[in-house]
């Protein structure tokens, strides 16, 4: 039976199951598919935080969704249309969220005495009525599975893992995904018989959709019209592992990354292990202290040190981080943030380290802080830093998040061109040498190799005399460095460009910084299509701000800083600028909601 063909501007569709039933490989591979569709897309997957949750829990649902559109979009999307559940705890931690006559695909053999008793319900969803406001599409994944790979001699458990492709060849069938790309990927990537078995079990999925009426109908999405030119899915640790290799080579400097495993930020150390032969050096330590000493070492030698953790780690790198601003040595140090205090929640998003990136050292240590915004913005955010680290001499702070770091976007493929060289003069010269004479615009020191002739200087932690570099304890001295080192600081605003509102000038003003930016930017579309005057500035750099910052803030008409802590930023803004800030904040390891914060703005607009 030909099933009729709707068109669609947009989907959202989620995957969700136990963290071995292989929904962040489901989703990613709907994700690849999708982009070679030519389609716009954003992912959210989300994580349990246990390595191995109990089978059957909540705390064990493994989620992966995706957004993907006909036209240029901004995020991953509030509620989904369609909802992959494989078990009762995925369906009941997710089906909140799915939207009123929505598409529930469901896997019923799970939904057994013993498997509701994990999942903590009482009665089986299926047959209590409390779906019936959904589209519910009954499937048993693995009685079906087992069908489709019987004869290849695989155990109970190799068949049960087969199971996602079957639900994922349903998905392409009903979205009209070509199965090509998947099937080479799987070809590629199992060994027999296992690579048979998913073959199967996709090819199955696909023609159990097709033959039987599960469906009333198919849907369609058309490529979206993006800019001319090469384009890749990127997630952010991925795009930000690259710009730190590009900066490596627009400064002509070896790249050193010094790094302790910790979620969210693992994957750049993974995915830079992969560029020895681009000169990379990546060097796992102990602990957090001697990832950020070594890195400090590396810079002093010549290279450009990078350091990448999250909130827990950067705690523990706090006095290595003053070392690096006395030394005044460039490095770059990455804070991939995530839900806290303490351990927190190591696989949820969060933008709590501003206060720790900005103040977060003993004494007076200021450290620039830049903030990416999406998933392919961590590029030039890690090349921007980069520069601004070596130019003045000192380190920088890059922030991203949870969210950003895994979640994928479509990226253009920056022209070679657009790259320019950044060179790096190290000082060679002995006549004259001093360790500390400034440039007289950027105030940055000489950067001077260990072993050069000539060249000999101290280093160290203890305060130093200007020019000289010698140990001063003189008390004039050290509010001169202390002020000096602010200042360079403050001389960064000269790189910053000048905010540009987008939406209305002199309205209400919505602020935000870092990964918020697609919600929020989508949000104040939504509310100037309603006819609100609302205008929308983001903040990239966040030490120094843009110089004219201030002047913005204290043109609108009122002031809503949206931010995905207690009101960080909302409060420096408030005592910096004596501006009377809203904040709109929220702590629950998830984006924002763009409906939320539509909510917000029309709250204060009325």
Request: a negative charge; one cysteine or more.
């Amino acid at each position: 039976m030909q099933r009729p063909l709707t068109i669609l501007d947009d989907v959202v569709i989620r995957f969700v199951g136990d963290s071995g039933d292989g929904m962040q490989l489901t989703g990613s591979q709907f994700t690849n598919t999708t982009a070679l569709q030519g389609n716009d897309l954003a992912t959210f997957p989300d994580f349990p935080a246990e390595i191995r949750a109990p089978a059957g829990t909540r705390a064990g649902v493994s989620g992966f969704q995706l957004h993907f559109s006909s036209h240029d979009i901004h995020t991953p999307g509030d509620a989904p249309q369609v909802l992959v559940a494989m078990n009762p705890a995925a369906l009941i931690a997710n089906i909140k969220d799915l939207r009123t006559g929505g598409l529930l695909i469901v896997n019923t053999e799970k939904f057994i005495e013993r498997e509701l008793v994990k999942a903590e319900l009482s009665t089986n969803p299926l047959e209590d009525g409390s779906l019936n406001g959904f589209q519910v599409v009954p499937v048993e994944l693995t009685k079906l599975t087992k069908g489709a790979t019987a004869d290849l001699g695989l155990s109970i458990k190799d068949t049960d893992r087969c199971k996602n492709f079957f639900a994922l060849g349903m998905t392409y069938w009903l979205f009209s995904r070509d199965t090509a790309p998947t099937l080479q990927w799987i070809r590629s990537k199992f060994k027999a018989p296992h690579d048979e078995a998913n073959v199967r079990a996709l090819e199955a999925g696909w023609s159990y959709a097709e033959t039987l009426e599960l469906f009333h109908e198919r849907y369609e999405v058309p490529p979206a019209s993006l800019p001319t030119g090469d384009y890749r899915n990127i997630t952010g640790n991925e795009a930000l592992a690259l710009g730190l290799l590009t900066a490596s080579h627009q400064t002509g400097l070896p790249l050193f990354l010094g790094a302790y495993p910790i979620t969210p930020a693992s994957d750049i150390l993974h995915y830079l292990a992969r560029f020895k032969d681009f000169g990379v050096i990546t060097f796992q330590a102990e602990d957090e202290i001697a990832a950020i000493s070594a890195t400090i070492g590396a810079a002093f030698g010549g290279a450009l040190g990078v350091t990448t953790s999250s909130g827990p780690g950067i705690a523990l790198k706090g006095e290595a981080l003053g070392l690096a601003v006395m030394t005044e040595l460039p490095i770059v140090v990455v804070d991939v943030q995530r839900g806290g205090p303490s351990t927190g929640l190591p696989t949820k998003t969060e933008q709590s380290d501003l206060l720790l990136a900005m103040y977060g050292r003993h004494g007076e240590a200021p450290m620039p802080v830049i903030a990416a915004s999406t998933p392919g913005d961590c590029f030039r955010a890690a090349t921007e830093a980069a520069r601004v680290a070596t130019k003045y001499m000192m380190p920088v702070m890059l922030l991203t998040d949870g969210y950003i770091a895994n979640g994928s976007e479509p990226w253009k493929v920056p022209d070679l061109h657009e790259l320019t060289p950044q060179p790096v003069v190290f000082e060679t010269k002995a006549e004259g040498f001093l360790p500390y004479r400034r440039d007289p615009t950027t105030l940055a020191r000489p950067w001077a190799i260990p072993g050069t002739p000539g060249l000999e200087h101290r280093i160290g932690g203890l305060e130093k005399q200007d020019g000289t570099g010698n140990v001063s304890y003189d008390p004039a001295n050290h509010e001169h460095m202390v002020r000096l080192r602010a200042d360079k600081v403050r001389r960064i605003e000269a790189d910053v460009p000048e905010l540009v509102v987008y939406g209305d000038v002199g309205a209400l003003l919505v602020v935000s910084w870092g990964g918020t930016f697609g919600s929020i930017r989508t949000a104040v579309d939504d509310a100037r299509a309603q006819g609100l005057r609302v205008g929308h500035i983001h903040l990239r750099w966040l030490n120094p701000f843009p110089a004219n910052l201030g002047a913005l803030l204290l043109g609108a008409e009122r002031v809503l800083v949206c931010e995905l802590n207690m009101g960080q930023l909302a409060g420096i803004l408030r005592a910096r600028f004596l501006v009377d800030a809203v904040s709109y904040a929220q702590v629950q390891g998830k984006p924002f909601r763009v409906s939320n914060v539509l909510a917000k703005i029309q709250t204060l607009s009325a």
